[in-house]
T-cell receptor
Framework: TQLLEQSPQFLSIQEGENLTVYCNSS?????LQWYRQEPGEGPVLLVT?????EVKKLKRLTFQFGDARKDSSLHITAAQPGDTGLYLC????????????FGQGTTLQVKP | DTAVSQTPKYLVTQMGNDKSIKCEQN?????MYWYKQDSKKFLKIMFS?????LIINETVPNRFSPKSPDKAHLNLHINSLELGDSAVYFC??????WGTGELFFGEGSRLTVL
């Protein structure tokens, strides 16, 4: 069974601070996605990484896929209150079912 | 226009009742999913349909029965509801089962079993 461990589960920081969220597994994933979920809504895709070692940037967010495609990280620079939300990593295996396995999520609160 | 819409948004019911949640997507996608999000926010896949064919059926009690009348609709019927079924149920769709496709989620249906 493929599992994704996210850490930390909860993070409360002040506006302007930097943070990193980790997503780890013992399994190899063909691709990995990061989603953000706000209260009362469904998750929304932020980024997809496919190649081992790949780095993608989305404004103040930097995503990295591990060289072995077993782990990923999300780094936020100068966090803002608008970054508050639930961040979910999700991995896709090599099956042809499209199955996406989600991590437990990281709840981020950025205080003004 | 909402891409993935599910109804109802809220469901409060007694143990033992039967309830259904409906989902429709207007994105022209081939694949649809049901996910369950528990109180700890963990999202777990339940079912997936590709072009009306069931392709993923996780270890879910057979009280849960999905039905896809066409590829734009995927409904979820739950019989004999139990307290542990309380959760938020999300419908999602993707272009197909291949590649690195994005999942588009509905807003969720919060089920509370009393």
């Amino acid at each position: 069974t493929q599992l994704l461990e996210q850490s930390p589960q909860f993070l409360s920081i002040q506006e302007g601070e930097n943070l990193t969220v980790y997503c780890n597994s013992s399994s190899v994933f063909s691709s990995l996605q990061w989603y953000r979920q706000e209260p009362g809504e469904g998750p929304v895709l932020l980024v997809t990484v496919v190649t081992g070692g790949e780095v993608k940037k989305l404004k103040r967010l930097t995503f990295q896929f591990g060289d072995a495609r077993k782990d990923s990280s999300l780094h936020i620079t100068a966090a803002q209150p608008g970054d508050t939300g639930l961040y979910l990593c999700a991995g896709r295996g090599s099956s042809n079912t499209g199955k996406l396995i989600f991590g437990q999520g990281t709840t981020l609160q950025v205080k003004p | 226009d909402t891409a993935v819409s599910q109804t109802p948004k809220y469901l409060v019911t007694q143990m033992g009742n039967d309830k259904s949640i409906k989902c429709e997507q207007n994105l022209g996608h081939d694949t649809m999913y049901w996910y369950k999000q528990d109180s700890k926010k963990f999202l777990k896949i339940m079912f997936s349909y590709n072009n009306k064919e069931l392709i993923i059926n996780e270890t879910v009690p057979n009280r849960f029965s999905p039905k896809s009348p066409d590829k734009a609709h995927l409904n979820l019927h739950i019989n004999s509801l139990e307290l542990g079924d309380s959760a938020v149920y999300f419908c999602a769709s993707s272009q197909d089962v291949w590649g690195t496709g994005e999942l588009f989620f509905g807003e969720g249906s919060r089920l509370t079993v009393l």
